[in-house]
């Protein structure tokens, strides 16, 4: 990413919780622009900035071939599992071309819960996809490794770590 990324209306989400915060800029995977969300418990603004334009954004590809991987395998379950109205060319999608299928609007950032001294930060793109309209979808990612892409659970930081994850 040749120009410095930019967090744009920053600001506190929600006057009750005063370490939420949330601003909006571009997210390279999906070509829009997305609702960041974090706490400053977890970490510095400038820290947030820096995991979405150094990872986020540039995520290798390895990194999207792992989500749309996942995203297909879910896709093909959830199609064969029930007798739901699907757009036409659904069913026969693969690889990159599965990410015109999904939609993402916010991107949670979060820290490890149980390891503050750990460095890796963990991403939640959270969105809707063609296939599950109902639930919500939810993409789990810790630094550059895809957990899941799954219907939207709301697990948060909880989803990406467990007590027994040790610093990467």
């Not at 991987?69 to 599965?98: F, Q, R």
């Amino acid at each position: 990413m040749s120009e410095r990324f930019e967090l744009k209306h920053v600001g506190i989400e929600d006057p009750s919780e005063e370490t939420g915060m949330s601003g909006f800029g571009y997210l390279a995977l999906f070509e829009c622009e997305v609702e960041y969300r974090f706490s400053t418990e977890d970490m510095s603004v400038e820290e947030a900035k820096i995991y979405i334009q150094d990872l986020l954004n540039q995520l290798p590809d390895e990194t999207i071939n792992e989500i749309c991987k996942k995203a297909c395998a879910w896709k093909n379950l959830k199609m064969t599992s029930d007798t739901a109205d699907y757009p036409p060319g659904l069913d026969g999608v693969h690889g990159e071309d599965i990410l015109k299928f999904m939609s993402v609007g916010e991107v949670d950032l979060y820290r490890n819960p149980y390891d503050r001294n750990d460095n890796t930060f963990g991403a939640i793109l959270g969105g809707g996809t063609a296939w599950d309209s109902e639930n919500g979808m939810e993409i789990l990612i810790r630094g550059r490794k895809v957990l899941e892409v799954r219907e939207y659970l709301g697990y948060g930081a909880y989803a990406i770590w467990s007590e027994t994850d040790e610093i990467e």
